[in-house]
């Protein structure tokens, strides 16, 4: 879709007035404390469009962290598959370039060859908002990662809004984005001044960054040096074992089973729930473990983020958003590790 609009920020509330009438829309809110978190609003009142980040990103509504699989009814021997559909469709409001990066990685993962089902449900009635970011994260390197601070998708994503001092510029890119624009009187078409402005907010954006990551070469240099000293150093000295940084990581898709089954032994659900590869358990099969240190560990999930994931699905597993060193109780920063290596490696 080539056509950009303009949306006054005076009537934001009322675009997000009428989508609500259809959708579920969920956007930044800010609680206590200071965090923002994605709920469900109905009103433009509670967003915080300026916010930096969320401890818990969107996939939180597309992959839920603990979802009901199937019921088996031992008395009719029936086995009853779980909708995991929402009531509603569901909106998506003001999602940052990364995050939405982050969700077309997880598609790659559950919508491949093997499509998960539930996965998929989810996915198809979720419409999805970004806004982009006009200034970088205090943790954030999404630009080096390719990223942000704005969109570079071409596709998996509705509508694009890029925010000024008194309006917004909206790109929709699929038929429901401009089903979301069409027949809206509050918009009206941008201008080619106006899409010059946004490239200027772009590169005002990208020259905040104070975090970089030189990732030319980054997976093959990683793959050389696994036995590189900064990952028994880190996982000895820092590394909890929390599982911080895969629970709040985007892109992390690992999950587990569990089957509960009631009090008269007649009925089970089959339920998942997010898992970690930083847990000891998560490597362990018949015959023995083959992650038993906490350095596997810490190796395990660097090079799976900044390497391996490049050969398995031809993109990076990290987007950059920081999350994983924010949320970490002992600051461990994946990045500084990266860079220890290529220092080292330069050196030789």
Known sequence: MSEAYLLSRKRLPDWIKSLAEIY??????????????????????????????????????????????????????????????????????????????????????????????????????????????NKACDSGFCDSMGTGPFLRLKQGFDVALTARE?????????ENGERLIGGRDFFERATAADLGEKEEIEQRAKRSFTKHLDTDGLPQLLMRHLDHTVYRRTADSRCLGCTNCTMVCPTCYCYNVQDRTGYDLMTTTRQRYWDSCQELHFAQVHGGNFRSS?????????????????????????IGCGRCMTWCPTGIDLTEMAKEIQRDAAEK
Not at 48 to 57: A, F, K, R
Not at 297 to 315: D, I, N, P, S
């Open 24 to 133: 579920t829309v969920l956007g930044p809110v800010p609680l206590r404390r200071g965090q923002t978190v994605f709920e469900p609003i109905a009103s433009a009142d509670l967003l915080n469009p300026n916010y930096c980040s969320t401890m818990l990103s969107p996939r939180l509504f597309i992959y839920p962290g603990c979802q009901k699989l199937f019921t088996v009814n031992r008395s009719t021997g029936q086995y009853v598959t779980a909708d995991p559909r929402t009531q509603r469709p569901q909106l998506i409001f003001a999602i940052h370039p990364c995050d939405m990066h982050a969700i077309s990685v997880l598609d790659r993962t559950f919508l491949a060859k093997y499509e998960d089902y539930y996965y998929r449900k989810r996915r198809d009635d979720t419409v999805t908002i970004v806004l982009n970011c």
């Open 166 to 174: 008194k309006d917004f510029i909206a790109e929709p890119a699929s």
């Open 294 to 318: 906490r350095e596997a560990r810490m190796r395990q999930f660097v090079t799976h983020k900044l390497a391996t994931w490049v050969e398995q699905y031809g993109c990076f597993g990290c």
